[in-house]
């Protein structure tokens, strides 16, 4: 559309929906047809509301038992695996006997997230209460949809966070109108994840609903963690959870300007949920009979659970974003940055986009001054691997800062691992016939982020967000570490104080940063006089407050020759034993196309927004 044809539309677009509020009567007349329409059927009268017996929840409830506010105990299990965190969802919701409460960032309708909806309606048909509150932006898009859930139970209530004018579905012109009118409102968005079962057992850490947390895309999947705690913590989750469910911004379906009108223009008659239908239904069914399976859960889930004593939930309050100062407010922030400048002898943190926030800046430049024996070991994405590829130029612009001045040893994932069948359940069936091909040999993009490979088959790609603070503690959560996270999304992890863990979690990070599962960012090769030249340029480039012009950059990708040992890139025999690839290696893009686009594209003023 000529852009003289899309701003006057654009501007009766922003008319239009900052105009029309639902009127009181409006909403009331809504809740009088969910009060008529929703079931009210309880399929189950025993006080355990026919829970399945799971051994996730006994050891919650043995958890809560053994504990004292002096001496809390807890059972938590790290969740590497995709299928294994769908599993003990499902195995959770099954269990619950009084209460499911979700937060979610994003909720997709596909297999995923379809499985989870249908387990979560089972639970409300039997006398669970369940509530979810998803962020709108990326969650239950469809009105017409939401309006068939709000009808299906009365134990079922969604909620969705800051919508944007008011409705569920928000299209490429609302998008752009709450850009251009409401920015600051529209910039703020709820990124907690949580599932938390009777206040007795959550999980909590990176998995949005969408098959591509659970190793369910045949195209791209995360590798994502979550942590799932059984014990005394869960109670503070609860307590996070009622403080986001009762804010103004978490807004009830029938609030909903799109919703409300599909809702008065079904009536109470129409229908409500029914059984979906699944892309891969013998997937899902293989899923949906291992949650309660006994031997699945013995070793997938329960083989893996460590007890512990402290166990802390942090999460960001919901006015985060209206004041990103206010340290109260930034619960989650204040204590990674508390944890990291602790750090004596290590820090190995791993992150899907190395795009740090000037309060992190500064804390790892003074770490970097007074504590030189601290290694600070980082696993993020390649170009290759990474779905944003916005977030990447702007980290990929400032990687001679990570390296030189704050001695980061940066790991790059590759999107084609060679431990990918042990990272990915059922990794051969996924890379058979539905798996990524492009033209040739290559995979394709993405308008998400991602760019053509080179090579073909099912693409990974770092989504975890973890931090393990010299082999003592660890932290698993939703936090990005970037400014983002910092300043405008709400966030929350927990943080647990256990050695063993922190052992495991050091061990699955550095698994990703081996030299068969990533490239290493070091310094280029020294070419006398040319060297020096060049990296004078890319500073000033770098510096310059949008655009960064000077292609040839102070560092690049370094491959493990053969039969050469691992070393950090600061050791003087780094380059004896590692050949440079490239910088970005396997992109099938040249180097023009790509610096075309970070210089077009993307400027250090939208680190805010990326």
Not at 309 to 332: C, I, Q, T
Request: proline share 6%; aromatic share 8%; glycine share 6%.
């Amino acid at each position: 559309m000529p852009r003289r044809h899309f701003l006057p539309l654009l501007a009766l677009a922003l008319l239009a929906l900052t105009g029309c509020t639902l009127s009181r009567g409006q909403i009331r007349r809504a809740d009088a047809v969910l009060a008529l329409a929703a079931d009210r059927t309880v399929t189950c009268t025993r006080a355990d509301a026919c829970a399945e017996p799971s051994p996730l929840l006994d050891l919650a409830a043995q958890a809560l038992a053994q504990s004292t506010p002096q001496h809390p105990e807890h059972y938590v299990a790290m969740l590497d695996v995709g299928e294994d965190a769908l599993a003990a969802r499902i195995n959770l919701i099954r269990a619950a006997r009084r209460s499911i409460d979700i937060q979610t960032y994003i909720w997709v309708d596909d297999d995923a997230g379809r499985l989870v909806l249908e387990e979560l309606v089972r639970a409300a048909r039997r006398g669970v209460r369940v509530r979810i509150l998803a962020d709108q932006l990326f969650s239950f898009s469809d009105p017409a949809w939401l309006a068939r859930l709000a009808r299906t139970h009365a134990n079922l209530e969604i909620r969705l966070y800051n919508p944007t004018f008011d409705e569920a579905g928000t299209g490429p012109v609302e998008f752009a109108a709450g850009v251009v009118c409401c920015f600051s409102s529209f910039n703020q968005r709820m990124h907690n994840k949580l599932l938390l079962v009777d206040d007795a057992a959550g999980i909590t850490g990176g998995r949005n609903y969408q098959n591509d947390y659970y190793d369910w895309n045949e195209r791209y999947d995360y590798r994502d963690r979550d942590v799932l705690v059984m014990g005394p913590a869960a109670r503070a989750m609860g307590t996070s959870f009622e403080t986001f469910w009762n804010h103004p911004r978490a807004v009830p379906l029938t609030h909903l300007r799109d919703v409300n009108a599909r809702i008065l223009a079904d009536g109470p008659g129409a229908a409500a949920w029914s059984p979906p239908g699944y892309a891969n239904a013998a997937r899902v069914a293989r899923l949906a009979a291992a949650a309660d399976d006994p031997q699945y859960l013995q070793q997938h889930l329960l083989a893996h659970v460590f007890k512990i004593g402290r166990v802390d939930y942090f999460s960001d309050l919901p006015d985060k974003p209206l004041d990103p100062d206010a340290a109260d407010e930034r619960e989650l922030t204040r204590h990674i940055v508390k944890l990291v400048a602790a750090a004596e002898r290590e820090v190995v943190m791993q992150t899907p986009y190395l795009v740090i926030s000037g309060r992190a800046r500064r804390l790892f430049r003074e770490l970097r001054r007074d504590r030189a024996g601290l290694r600070v070991i980082v696993s993020t994405n390649s170009l290759a691997a990474t779905d944003a590829f916005p977030v990447y130029a702007l980290y990929h612009k400032h990687k001679k800062r990570y390296l030189k001045h704050y001695g980061f040893e940066i790991h790059e994932f590759k999107p084609h691992p060679a431990e990918a069948p042990l990272l990915v359940a059922h990794y051969e069936e996924l890379t058979g016939e539905g798996a990524e091909q492009g033209t040739g040999t290559g995979s394709r993009g993405s308008r998400t982020g991602r760019v053509p490979l080179k090579t073909g088959g099912l693409r990974l790609g770092l989504h975890a967000k973890s931090i393990v603070v010299d082999g003592k503690l660890a932290l698993v959560g939703s936090h990005n570490f970037d400014p983002r996270s910092d300043r405008y999304n709400t966030e929350s992890g927990v943080i647990v104080y256990d050695a063993a863990f922190a052992d495991a979690l050091r061990d699955s990070i550095l698994r990703d940063t081996a030299p068969q599962n990533a490239w290493v960012v070091a310094k280029r090769p020294h070419i006398p006089v040319l060297s020096r030249i060049s990296n004078a340029i890319g500073d000033l480039s770098a510096a310059l407050p949008l655009f960064d012009l000077w292609p040839f950059r102070y560092a690049t990708s370094y491959e493990l020759r053969p039969g050469c040992q691992p070393l950090s890139p600061f050791d003087p025999k780094f380059q004896q034993c590692y050949v440079p690839v490239g910088d970005f290696p396997e992109v099938d893009l040249p180097l023009k196309s790509i610096y075309t686009r970070i210089f077009t594209a993307f400027g250090a003023g939208l680190t805010g927004i990326l």
